[in-house]
């Protein structure tokens, strides 16, 4: 067997706590648009991850734009009114989700 060159993942998952990071935002988000007990995190992550499984089913998009749009989808089916800030700070908040503790 030839030795590997080359070795690829995807960090975020793997060595990024995604589910977590993306949990803490959108709860923090439903909060700021008045949703008192909006549920746990880890629920409004699933139904979001949901919504951009469907969108990576159509056309290709940029990941930038799978996003923002799929963040659109999940703030209109809660009610909430969209701004295209909350999907700049998405992805700003992206770079601050913290490594799996066995990463480091």
Request: glycine share 10%; proline share 6%.
């Amino acid at each position: 067997m030839p030795p590997v060159k080359v070795a690829t993942f995807d960090c975020y998952g793997a060595l990024v706590d995604w589910e977590g990071g993306a949990a803490a935002f959108l709860y923090d988000l439903a909060r700021r648009n008045g949703g008192f007990d909006p549920g746990p995190g880890s629920e409004l992550r699933a139904r979001w991850e949901e919504i951009q499984f469907e969108a990576i089913q159509e056309e290709y998009l940029s990941y930038r734009d799978v996003l923002s749009n799929s963040l659109r989808t999940w703030v209109g089916e809660r009610g909430y009114r969209w701004n295209t800030r909350d999907g700049d700070a998405l992805e700003r908040a992206m770079q601050s989700w913290q490594p799996f503790p066995d990463t480091v």
